[in-house]
């Protein structure tokens, strides 16, 4: 079963981007508003947008910094040894002005 939602008074301007976001996705204004609405709601419903759960790392493709460091010194045990120092490249680069 479906209900039908109603919002009344919104602004033209807010309106008008609607319209366009439906333009630019070959759609409806109705098509558009539903895909929010279920974005939004699905948002909600598993808490994955939650300050709390981006920290865990809980939202898919995120990572915390620590994770990341983590599988980084996994795959690279050793530290890099060969190539140029940053300060080297920073004085070569200030000396050439």
């Given at each position: 079963m479906s209900i039908n939602l109603s919002i009344k008074g919104?602004?033209?301007?807010?309106?008008?981007r609607l319209r366009e976001r439906a333009e630019r996705n070959h759609g409806s204004l109705q098509g558009a508003l539903m895909q929010i609405i279920e974005?939004?709601?699905?948002?909600?419903?598993?808490?994955?947008?939650?300050?709390?759960a981006l920290r865990r790392g809980a939202v898919r493709g995120t990572k915390t910094i620590e994770q990341i460091a983590a599988e980084h010194r996994l795959?690279?045990?050793?530290?890099?040894?060969?190539?140029?120092?940053?300060?080297?490249?920073?004085?070569?680069d200030r000396d050439a002005r």
């Open positions: 919104v602004p033209e301007p807010l309106a008008e974005h939004a709601a699905a948002e909600r419903i598993d808490g994955t947008d939650s300050p709390a795959r690279f045990p050793q530290p890099i040894s060969t190539g140029p120092l940053a300060v080297n490249i920073v004085r070569a």
